[in-house]
């Protein structure tokens, strides 16, 4: 299994980014895929999950209207558009398969003036 995250960067504030994570050796759509971030000293944290056949999402509270999770099945790859950034969004952005041991390498995301 390989999960390689690409797309982070430095924005302002109010800036957007899309990130994405291109998965190979699983099938990919049978599965459902998690966004996670984690920022300097804090616990890494769900930020929205989607299933395998993109008809379901979730996010956490503090995204919800901001980000949206999408995925193409035919290109076996995941995404997340990131909107409206805060300088709270700073992070390590992780895809994972969800509810498996499989992670990315993860992607930087700095939302700074």
């Known amino acids: 299994v390989q999960l390689v995250e690409s797309g982070g960067g430095l924005v302002q504030p109010g800036g957007s980014l899309r990130l994405s994570c291109v998965a190979s050796g699983f099938a990919f759509s049978y599965y459902g895929m998690s966004w996670y971030r984690q920022a300097p000293g804090k616990e890494r944290e769900l930020v929205a999950s989607?299933?395998?056949?993109?008809?379901?999402?979730n996010y956490a509270e503090s995204v919800n209207g901001r980000f949206t999770i999408s995925r193409d099945n035919a290109k076996n790859t995941l995404y997340l558009q990131l909107n409206s950034l805060k300088p709270d969004d700073t992070a390590v952005y992780y895809c994972?398969?969800?509810?498996?041991?499989?992670w990315g390498q993860g992607t930087q995301v700095t939302v700074s003036l």
């Open positions: 994972r398969r969800t509810s498996f041991p499989d």
């Open positions: 989607i299933a395998g056949s993109g008809a379901g999402a």
